[in-house]
């Protein structure tokens, strides 16, 4: 028999907790994300605030049979809270006020518009990185120390920048890589992604802690759409096991193990929004845990001891090709090759991890000259992603010799602002500029490209920039994003 609303209610304090129909009592002090926010919702419908934020499947992960009490009638259950943020209303009026889609010209445009019209929180979580963020932001900068060499009077007609990552052909050289809590930016989550990458033929990487359920996104997937399985390394390593094979048996065609996070980073945007978000509304004598955000709240199973001497094993339980995602330095690549995987992402994580670490385009030009110097360039795939948000980027990444480039926030901000539409626009804008930059460059194929088509002596240079030259910008007339339309229009 269905549970009352009003049996729900009656369990809203420390002593006596139900959320929805499980009883969480128990759990409330390990609760990663602290026991406020749970307190916070007890009593009422806390769908909307839970769903983001967990898999569907959590409770039936983590918490005991026996505390599953059952269907809540929820006809009578109390409303959520009302929105906590005061400025929900004027965010719903940008969002209504938008610029149109087809005012987007390139990926900065989605990120501004995105930061115009997200929730306060789910913008701190996409957008936020480690302390003071600085290698968030050189990851983009270092890609302004490559320069190209084109070359001219090359038959670029034709231009072809379809390629193959992981013996997977695809349209371009590009993928989604894995960004968690894709609700936080858009009601379906992930399953967006999805559908637009379909549309393109672009690859996936599905993130251990998507806001949708794995095989949600699986089945999105049509035809021989290509996705990847990106994994955190769960402490309990049946656990892992599960995940891996089932990922392999739905058909995933590769494993990107995480291996930068076994702590994650300080991200002080995402900590910052949590704070208010849990500070006003917790019951009294209760706790909050004000320092983690999103991030942190749903990361605690990582295990801090994972080490090379695990990788025998990921490859002693899948026949899938294994990448390392979040590779640092040429001495781990190395070691990496050594230790028989097909592949790793040179990677910050988007600057999320650790600050100061060097962009993965700096790191490539460390790594790939010793791999051809030792002829182990070859049936060995070096991806890279952080910063790339113009074709141009990815071509550098190219000569210098990646196989594929990742791109994270920028198609969560097209996805958080206007869904799978804006995703495919996104997608179709890189391509655009991808033909454009190939002939200019001179290459009418992604094998035509090499290193000698770029200038990255500028790239290991870690000074502090040229002095601004405060004439010159004073007179320069800046390129302006998108304007917001007057308020009568209508969508
Ligand atoms: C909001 C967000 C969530 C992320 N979640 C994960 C994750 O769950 N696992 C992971 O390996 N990397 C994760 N990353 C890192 C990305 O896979 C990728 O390394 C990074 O976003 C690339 O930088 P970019 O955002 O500048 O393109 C996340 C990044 C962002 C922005």
Redesign the pocket.
């Known amino acids: 028999m269905a549970l009352k609303g009003s049996q729900v209610a009656e369990h809203a304090d420390a002593e006596s907790c139900w959320g929805k129909a499980y009883d969480v009592t128990e759990f409330l002090p390990d609760h990663p994300g602290g026991q406020g926010v749970i307190l916070k919702y007890a009593g009422r419908d806390a769908t909307r605030a839970f769903d983001p934020v967990h898999p569907p499947d959590t409770l039936g992960k983590y918490l005991d049979a026996s505390k599953h009490l059952g269907p809540v009638d929820m006809a009578t259950v109390a409303a959520e809270a009302g929105e906590d943020d005061p400025d929900e209303a004027e965010r719903r009026e940008r969002l209504a006020r938008r610029p149109l889609l087809s005012q987007c010209y390139n990926l900065f445009d989605f990120e501004a518009v995105a930061r115009r019209v997200m929730k306060r929180a789910a913008w701190a ?5 480690a302390d003071d963020e600085m290698t ?1 932001r050189e ?2 900068g270092a890609l302004h120390r490559v320069w190209f060499r084109p070359r001219v009077l090359v038959d670029v007609e034709k231009v072809d920048f379809s390629t193959t990552m992981l013996g997977a052909k695809c349209s371009a050289p590009f993928y989604v ?5 894709g609700k ?1 930016g858009h009601p379906e989550g992930e399953v967006v992604l999805t559908r637009a990458a379909r549309s393109h033929d672009v690859i996936q ?1 599905i ?4 806001s949708c359920s794995f095989d949600d996104i699986v089945d999105a997937r049509r035809g021989g759409q290509v996705q990847w399985l ?1 994994l ?1 390394v769960n402490k309990d390593r049946d656990v892992t096991r599960r995940i891996v094979r089932h990922a392999e048996a739905r058909g995933c065609r590769g494993l ?1 193990i ?1 291996v ?2 076994p702590q994650l980073g300080r991200r002080e945007k995402d900590m910052r929004s949590k704070f208010t978000d849990g500070g006003s509304h917790v019951q009294a004598g209760q706790d909050t845990d004000t320092s983690q955000g999103a ?1 942190r709240a749903i ?1 605690s199973f990582i295990d801090p001891s994972l080490s090379w001497a695990d990788v025998p094993w990921f490859r002693s339980i899948t026949a899938m090709p294994i990448v390392l ?2 590779v640092q330095r040429v001495e781990d690549v190395l070691r990496a090759v050594d230790a028989g995987v097909q592949g790793v ?1 040179l ?6 991890q650790l600050d100061f670490a060097r962009s ?1 385009i700096e790191v490539l030009a460390e790594t790939m000259p010793v791999l051809r110097e030792r002829g182990l360039d070859r049936g060995f795939d070096v991806f890279v ?5 113009r074709a141009s980027d990815i071509l550098k990444a190219l000569c210098l010799g990646a196989t594929g480039v ?5 198609f ?1 901000y097209a996805m958080s602002a206007y869904g799978q539409d804006g995703v495919e626009r996104a997608m179709q804008l890189l391509k655009d500029e991808m033909e454009m930059n190939m002939r200019l460059i001179g290459c009418a194929s992604v094998g035509d490209l090499h290193p000698g088509l770029v200038d990255a002596r500028g790239l290991f240079v870690h000074s502090n920039p040229t002095p601004v030259d405060a004439l010159s910008s004073t007179v320069y007339d800046p390129l302006v994003v998108p304007p917001q339309r007057p308020k009568a229009a209508k969508l």
Not at 125 to 129: D, E, F, L, V, W
Not at 406 to 410: F, H, K, L, Q, S
Request: hydrophobic share 35%.
């Open positions: 979580y996409y957008s936020s990185a968030m990851n983009h890589t894995a960004t968690a809590l936080l990487m993130p251990t802690l998507a990106q955190y990107f995480t930068d996070a991030a990361s995602k979040g992402v990677s910050n994580h988007g600057g999320r993965g992603d952080g910063g790339f948000r990742g791109i994270g926030r920028p969560l």
